[in-house]
C-alpha cells in the first residue's frame, strides 16, 4: 500500500513559479510509475503529466509542455512537479498518484491517489 501526500501548492499571480512536492510511504514507490492530475472547480480529474519508474521517460498534457517539469527522487520517495509560468487556467487541485497499469493519462491508471494541494492562479 502506498500513502501519498502532496504540498507545495498556494496563491500566485500569473507567470509566477511554483514547486508542489508528492511524499510517499511504502516500499513500491520506487518500482512504480507516478503522475499528476488537476481538477478544476466543476470538472473531472485531468491528466497534467507522469514519469515512469526511473525518471528516464515522461509524459505531458500538452497545454503544460514547456512550462511543467516532473521529476522523482526515489531515494527520497519523493515525485515533484515544477510548475512555470502559471497561468490562470492552472488553478486546480492538483493530486499525485500512483500508476499500476495502462495508458499514463487515464485515471482508472492508477489506484493510489494523495488528498490534493490547492493551487490558485491570479491574473
Known amino acids: 500500500q502506498v500513502l501519498l501526500v502532496e504540498s507545495g501548492g498556494g496563491l500566485v499571480q500569473a507567470g509566477d513559479s511554483l514547486r508542489l512536492s508528492c511524499a510517499a510511504s511504502?516500499?513500491?514507490?520506487?518500482?512504480?510509475?507516478m503522475g499528476w492530475f488537476r481538477q478544476a472547480p466543476g470538472k473531472e480529474h485531468t491528466f497534467v503529466a507522469a514519469?515512469?519508474?526511473?525518471?528516464?521517460?515522461?509524459y505531458y498534457e500538452d497545454s503544460v509542455t514547456g512550462r511543467f517539469t516532473i521529476s522523482r527522487d526515489n531515494d527520497k520517495n519523493m515525485v515533484y512537479l515544477q510548475m512555470n509560468n502559471l497561468k490562470p487556467e492552472d488553478t486546480a487541485v492538483y493530486y499525485c498518484?500512483?500508476?499500476?497499469?495502462?495508458?499514463?493519462?487515464?485515471?482508472?491508471?492508477?489506484?493510489?491517489w494523495g488528498q490534493g494541494t490547492q493551487v490558485t492562479v491570479s491574473s
Open positions: 498518484a500512483r500508476m499500476v497499469g495502462g495508458a499514463y493519462h487515464r485515471t482508472d491508471s492508477y489506484n493510489a
Open positions: 511504502g516500499r513500491s514507490f520506487s518500482s512504480s510509475a
Open positions: 514519469i515512469n519508474w526511473n525518471g528516464e521517460r515522461k
